[in-house]
């Protein structure tokens, strides 16, 4: 799924949880939409060259549309695993801002799920970093 439609999908999910939270929705933004952060560290060690990777993101419509034109690459993105979640839901038993960030990455997982179940017809990417890890698959 697109950086911006999970911007927009966050941002009327927190509209729904403004009487809860007030203001603090927008770290249901912040948890909803940057996590996505992860596929640019991956792909910069994926592309090594800055413009590379710059080209990676400006074809990412066709990279997702057309399955990435042969590229079916299992990958791993380390914001988007179980591992990451486990962290975060640590600091979000302590802490009210990691809760609230929780909420937003909870959503946009959901999200990432619908879209690579009934979109995209597989998943792109590995659920564990230890389970990436005893693969020993690059990325
Ligand atoms: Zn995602």
Do not use: C
């Not at 941002?11 to 949880?17: D, E, H, P, R, W």
């Not at 979000?92 to 009934?118: C, E, K, N, Q």
């Amino acid at each position: 799924m697109f950086l911006i439609t999970h911007f927009i999908l966050a941002t009327i999910f927190s509209f729904f949880l403004f009487p809860l939270f007030g203001w603090d929705v927008w770290l249901i933004i912040v948890g909803g939409t940057f996590i996505d952060l992860d596929h640019f560290i991956t792909n910069s060690f994926r592309f090594k060259k800055p413009k590379d990777i710059i080209t990676y993101f400006s074809k990412q419509f066709k990279f997702f549309m057309r399955k990435a034109e042969g590229d079916n690459k299992v990958r791993l993105y380390p914001f988007h695993s179980i591992e990451f979640l486990v962290v975060l839901v640590t600091l979000a038993l302590f802490f009210r801002p990691a809760f609230l960030i929780l909420i937003g990455v909870v959503f946009h997982l959901i999200s990432d799920f619908i879209s690579d179940t009934f979109i995209l017809k597989r998943f792109i990417r590995y659920f564990s970093i230890i389970g990436w890890l005893r693969k020993g698959k690059g990325l």
